[in-house]
Antibody
Framework: QIQLVQSGPEVKKPGESVKISCKAS????????MQWLKQAQGKSLKWMGW????????TYAADFTGRFVFSLETSASTAYLQITNLKNEDMATYFCASGDFDYWGQGVMVTVSS | DVVLTQTPPTLSATIGQSVSISCRSSQSLLHSNGNTYLHWLLQRPGQSPQLLIYLVSRLESGVPNRFSGSGSGTDFTLKISGVEAEDLGVYYC?????????FGSGTKLEIK
């Protein structure tokens, strides 16, 4: 069956970097784009952008430019989200979702604390 | 950015009751290609969101048919005809017609 399995929870200090993975299985990875979303505790979802898994082209929402990078390892059917120079406001759960939100990863909680 | 206003913010229902959630958009969600990219998600407690309805009224595979969506332009509704215990959680509308994609603030469904 189709699954998106994300990496485990992360605890980081301000200024550090984090790289989250999202491994797809059960379908052809390059046939659906991968969306990335942020959800702060108790809040709604915020769209960060998406990556075309066929071409690698990335699109970032305005609030997620500069410190946020989407990338792929197509041979491993895996998408990545890297956040550099972490700030307190980056503390949230990050989800990957394929296509038009058909399938979701389980989410990765990122804690930023000094 | 398109603002999606969901009402009510919370909803309390008994098993078997029918309920509706409204999602109003600050702009028409009718795309120039004729599609309306308004979808509904459910996030159960402690879980990832799941897609219930896409393109206003199309039921995602595996979703019970007690869920239905309707609307056009700027006004949309999700209806649950006969709430079941497993329906508790937060419902979100999301639009994909205009970049960036935006979400409503959510409607929390509680079971009495």
């Amino acid at each position: 069956q189709i699954q998106l399995v994300q990496s485990g929870p992360e605890v980081k200090k301000p200024g550090e970097s984090v790289k989250i993975s999202c491994k797809a299985s059960g379908y052809t990875f390059t046939q659906a784009g991968m969306q990335w979303l942020k959800q702060a505790q108790g809040k709604s979802l915020k769209w960060m952008g998406w990556i075309n898994t066929n071409t690698g082209k990335t699109t970032y929402a305005a609030d997620f430019t500069g410190r946020f990078v989407f990338s792929l390892e197509t041979s491993a059917s895996t998408a990545y989200l890297q956040i550099t120079n972490l700030k307190n406001e980056d503390m949230a759960t990050y989800f990957c979702a394929s296509g038009d939100f058909d399938y979701w990863g389980q989410g990765v909680m990122v804690t930023v604390s000094s | 950015d398109v603002v999606l206003t969901q009402t009510p913010p919370t909803l309390s229902a008994t098993i078997g009751q029918s309920v509706s959630i409204s999602c109003r958009s600050s702009q028409s969600l009718l795309h120039s290609n004729g599609n309306t990219y308004l979808h509904w998600l459910l996030q159960r407690p402690g879980q990832s969101p799941q897609l219930l309805i896409y393109l206003v009224s199309r039921l995602e595979s595996g979703v019970p048919n007690r869920f239905s969506g309707s609307g056009s332009g700027t006004d949309f509704t999700l209806k649950i005809s006969g709430v079941e215990a497993e329906d508790l959680g937060v419902y979100y509308c999301v639009q994909g017609t205009h970049a960036p994609l935006t979400f409503g603030s959510g409607t929390k469904l509680e079971i009495k």
